[in-house]
């Protein structure tokens, strides 16, 4: 696939708003390798290459062991994720495929055992960030490349 758009010059003031709010999920008090985490997971679930090339390296920057990124897709079968982090990744698959999952209240409530409500807003948030760069980059026809 080529790349079909050189969108943040045709759109950059759309393009300024997409990376205010990267910055403000940085602000956040999530953990940042648990943000890498979710952005894994929700890429690989939208099949897209491009973030998941790039945030693998990241989360790798930051300290993140090579047997959690390789196991995030089977996160519910180890033990080396804790219960706040599976928890925030099940909340990822659950929003990531809304339209086929929900948000069910008993996942919010297990969700809530664990992070306060502005938490709770600010894992959306990220949540919600991550698809909206995986459907960009995917639309636009980003592709993953060795660096």
Not at 30 to 48: F, T, V, Y
Not at 50 to 74: P, V, W
């Amino acid at each position: 696939m080529e790349p079909r758009v050189d969108y943040y010059n045709v759109v950059p003031e759309a393009m300024k708003i997409m990376m205010e709010m990267e910055k403000y999920t940085k602000t956040t008090n999530i953990d940042r390798k648990l943000r890498e985490l979710i952005k894994i997971r929700a890429s690989q679930i939208n099949g897209c290459a491009f973030c998941l090339n790039m945030h693998t390296a990241d989360a790798r920057k930051m300290g993140e062991t090579e047997q959690r990124i390789y196991c995030i897709s089977a996160w519910e079968e180890c033990e080396f994720y804790t219960e706040a982090e599976k928890v925030a990744l099940e909340l990822t698959e659950y929003v990531t495929l809304v339209s086929t999952k929900r948000v069910p209240d008993e996942l919010y409530q297990r969700v809530r055992e664990h992070y306060d409500e502005r938490q709770y807003v600010d894992l959306i948030l990220i949540i919600n960030q991550i698809n909206n760069w995986n459907r960009l980059s995917i639309s636009m026809g980003n592709i993953a490349t060795e660096k």
